[in-house]
């Protein structure tokens, strides 16, 4: 069973990344989420994450508040993707639930320090708190076993023509991260989340399954949806956060290239990943792997089959 820490800006695919995770009881021990301003305020996040645990019944995992900006630039938020509330204004109930006292970079050092090289990290918004954790402690990079982000891309952003939004938000952070040296990174950026857009039809089938985390997950997505075709004139959503969790299920969801990557902080390209494939750059150091497609079909068979096991054929067949 691996043990992994969300750290998380829910968020509305944050939000059904979380739950995914939590529904894999066998291989996933989520051991806390820890908050980072990022789609919405970290007040609203963190508050978030408690109401996403309340849904899947599990407040007994600890929340921990992490960096309420990034590390050196203003605040940026992203209220119109995910609604007021961050999780598309569903209506989702407030929690009871009480948030840890410890900041959730200290919580991280700490409990990296006590896992020793067992645990992975799971940073599916801003990098601000790891890299925060990685600037106070000169021995949290090699406690980790491995980080699996979701962020940059290695053709084109959506916040600029090359800038990701979890990179483009805190870019200083991301640079830091990428040059730590930590054992093993993988990005799975938008090249591969492109790949696992929930469509119309899927987003129905949520809605007839009828439970109470289905129904949840079919309204929240409401606005998500009605914003990529605002913008895009897509139907469905992107389920971008969603990928790192199918690839800690099953790896060969996504197909990975070796790569050094930098991250831009200035100028045109600020908040892109620049990814070198160490293929074409061999006198560049790798220092992650890159996801460059995903698997549809696969990460749908895994969506479902842990989530919603009895409807994962009715799924299939819509693809
Ligand atoms: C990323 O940005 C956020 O809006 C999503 O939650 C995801 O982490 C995609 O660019
Ligand atoms: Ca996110």
Known sequence: ??????????GIDDAIAILLALSAKKELDVLALTTVNGNVDVEKVTKNACKI?????????????GNDKPLVRARI?????????GLGNAGAEDSEKEIETEHAVDFLIRKAEEEKGELTLVPIGPLTNIA???QKDSGFVKNIQEVVI????????????????????????AKIVFQA???????IGLDATSDVFLSPTLRELLYLIN???????HKMTRVYADGHWEIEKKLGC???DVLTIAYLLDSSVAETVDAYVDVETSGLCDGASVVYRTFYYPDKKQNCKVAVSADTKKFFEIFFGYLFPEYREFALREL
């Not at 069973?1 to 969300?6: G, N, T, V």
């Not at 439970?211 to 997950?217: A, E, K, N, V």
């Open 150 to 173: 979701m962020g940059g891309a290695e053709h084109g952003g959506n916040m600029s023509p090359h800038a990701e939004f979890n990179f483009w938000t805190d870019p200083e952070a």
């Open 77 to 85: 938020n992203c209220e119109e993707f995910h609604g007021d509330d």
């Open 1 to 10: 069973m691996r043990k992994i820490i969300i750290d998380t800006d829910p």
């Open 211 to 217: 439970t109470p985390i289905s129904r949840f997950i």
């Open 132 to 134: 925060q954790a990685v």
């Open 53 to 65: 645990l309340e849904v899947a019944g599990r407040t007994d995992i600890p929340v921990y508040k």
């Open 181 to 187: 040296g930590f054992r093993k990174i993988t990005m």
């Open 238 to 240: 992107e389920l971008c």
